[in-house]
């Protein structure tokens, strides 16, 4: 399997100038994460790509950690942060294992479409549980690429990755259904206080630690 560092790497110029394929869902979802933040907050996110997100919801938080496993990816989100002249936005290259392992206790964890494309989602769940304030929130979107309610889509989908894997032109995907998520995030001690399919491919979780 292609080292996701280095496909990553490759792709982050590309990623950056890409405009966001459905800017209403991703308005909507950034709107209800928004709705989730105090201003004392200290936040974590992982798989935070070219830091636009982070950057976005800065102004409603304390700190926010941005990390990512490609080099590439981080060097653009602290140029970003550089030009916004965010003061509280940081960037650090680091895996998501590497990531649910820091040591500060955050009041909010996040990742937007990055679990799918982890070794162990299911582990990587329940680190971040215990990496979480008391009554802190889980804020998150995974592609699901199983979901029956996609349609045929799916198929085509499964039946593509493999291929393009095998050419290195696609990283490791863990091909999931909404239920697969829902039900990872609940066993890793979470309840589920808001979710829904922002696009229909995309489960946005709003889980909080009991
Ligand atoms: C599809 S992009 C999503 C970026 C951003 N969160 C967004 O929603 O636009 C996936 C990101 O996850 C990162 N990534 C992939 N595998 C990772 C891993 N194992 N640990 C940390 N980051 C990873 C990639 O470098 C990339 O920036």
Not at 4 to 29: L, M, P, V
Not at 33 to 38: A, E, K, Q, W
Request: hydrophobic share 45%.
């Amino acid at each position: 399997m292609i080292d996701a560092a280095g496909f990553w790497d490759k792709h982050a110029a590309k990623y950056a100038q890409a405009k966001i394929r459905n800017t209403e869902a991703y308005e909507y979802t950034l709107g209800r994460t928004r709705s989730f933040l105090n201003a004392s907050d200290r936040v974590l996110e992982i798989g935070c790509g070219t830091g636009s997100t982070a950057l976005a919801l800065a102004a409603n938080v304390q700190s926010i950690t941005g990390t990512d496993v490609s080099p590439a990816m981080i060097e653009i989100a602290k140029d970003k942060a550089a030009d916004q002249r965010s003061e509280n936005a940081t960037f650090q290259v680091m895996s998501a294992e590497e990531a649910v392992a820091l040591d500060a206790p955050f009041d909010v964890v996040m990742g937007f479409n990055i679990f799918h494309l982890t070794d162990d989602p299911k582990t990587l769940f329940a680190a971040i549980h215990k990496q979480l304030a008391p009554g802190g929130y889980f804020i998150s979107k995974t592609p699901c690429l199983a979901e029956p309610s996609i349609g045929l889509k799916r198929f085509a989908i499964r039946a593509i990755i493999p291929v393009m894997q095998l050419i290195g032109k696609a990283p490791l995907v863990h091909c999931l259904t909404n239920a697969d998520v829902d039900r990872m995030i609940t066993e890793a001690g979470f309840e589920i206080v808001e979710a829904g399919n922002y696009p229909a491919m995309s489960r946005y979780v709003v889980a909080r630690r009991v």
